[in-house]
Nanobody, 120 residues
């Protein structure tokens, strides 16, 4: 089992920045990728960004150029630096842990979620 704990959400004005953090513990050897998803009420959880242990990254189109994903393998942590935030970025952000074997695969391990609210 892998446990994920997020931190760093909050309320910010449009155009501002936030940094989300996620720390993993447990059976770390079973994962080699971490990422972020987000969800708003009534909608499906959607992919935001992911990073593999070796450094390969992926970000969804609407956040490219505004969000950056990074990780600290020594700390088993992943970070999401969010800049130029827009009201449509408002969501609960979930940390995910999974595998990268040519493509990213998540779905087994999730954090509890952290609320990000961007006011206009």
């Amino acid at each position: 089992q892998v446990q994920l704990v997020e931190s760093g959400g909050g309320l910010v004005q449009a155009g501002g920045s936030l940094r989300l953090s996620c720390a993993a513990s447990g059976t770390i050897g079973s994962i080699n990728a971490m990422g972020w998803y987000r969800q708003t009420p009534g909608k499906r959880r959607e992919f935001v960004a992911a990073i593999a242990n070796a450094g390969r990254t992926s970000l969804v189109g609407p956040v490219q150029g505004r969000f950056t994903i990074s990780r600290d393998n020594n700390k088993n942590a992943v970070y999401l630096q969010m800049s130029s935030l827009k009201p449509e970025d408002t969501a609960v952000y979930y940390c995910a842990a999974g595998r990268y074997d040519g493509s990213f695969n998540f779905g087994t391990y999730w954090g509890q979620g952290t609320q990000v609210t961007v006011s206009s």
